[in-house]
């Protein structure tokens, strides 16, 4: 079985421009988690989804920050505008079910120069 | 808020002697504590986990401990070696209202090396 994919592996943008993170989840599997990793630090939550719904976006900064998870398709954490300090990596869970144990991408790394 | 405190930050072994990682959690709702490594460049891997209702699991050379009441779970590795060398997280799930929000709370990290 395939495990959970992310794509790109790693990404470079500059000031002011998008950036558009994929993470398709392990076949089975319907809920999907975005943490980011700065370096040096452990994970921090961003936003938990469902298919076509979020479910808890609590760790989100509230703005420029989005993500989605399509009925067909990978979800998407989108970032607009990126500044300096979006750089990080970004990680991507997926379960079966909500307390069902969440297995790990191996990230996007975002610079941003 | 929610916290993971873990310890230490840094841990090194020589082969074959054993390695004790602590962590401590604020919310005593949580109830689901996953123990994750992560390699150089990689994703963190799941490598045991435990729920509140038993108090300690093993898996070969592998085992975590939970103390409900003191709030902190331990994971305990025997017998190491060199492929052991890497960043250990500890986590516990978040608790939103009444149900799990699917969110886990990581600690620091920890970084093992095993000195062959």
């Known amino acids: 079985n395939a495990g959970v994919m992310q794509n790109p592996r790693h990404l470079v943008r500059r000031r002011g421009q998008e950036a558009r993170l994929r993470c398709s989840p392990m076949?089975?599997?319907?809920?999907v988690y975005w943490y980011r990793q700065l370096p040096e630090e452990g994970l921090k939550f961003m936003v938990y989804l469902q298919k076509e719904n979020i479910i808890d976006e609590s760790g989100m900064p509230k703005e420029r920050f989005s993500a989605e998870f399509p009925k067909e398709g990978p979800s998407i954490l989108r970032i607009q505008q990126v500044v300096r300090g979006d750089s990080a990596a970004y990680f991507c869970?997926?379960?079966?079910?909500?307390?069902?144990?969440?297995?790990f991408g191996d990230g996007t790394r975002l610079s941003i120069l | 808020g929610e916290n993971v405190e873990q310890h230490p930050s840094t841990l090194s072994v020589q082969e074959g002697d054993s390695a004790v990682i602590k962590c401590t959690y604020s919310?005593?709702?949580?109830?689901?504590f996953p123990w994750y490594k992560q390699e150089l460049g990689k994703g963190p891997q799941l490598i045991i986990d435990i729920r509140s209702n038993v108090g300690e699991k093993k898996d070969q050379r592998i085992a975590v401990t939970l103390n409900k009441t003191a709030k902190h779970f331990s994971l305990h590795i025997t017998e190491t070696q060199p492929e052991d060398s890497a960043v250990y997280f500890c986590a516990a799930l978040g608790v939103g209202g009444s149900s799990n929000t699917g969110k886990l709370i990581f600690g620091q990290g920890t970084t093992l090396q095993v000195k062959p």
């Open positions: 869970a997926s379960s079966p079910q909500v307390h069902q144990p969440q297995h």
């Open positions: 076949k089975g599997h319907s809920h």
């Open positions: 919310d005593s709702a949580s109830n689901y």
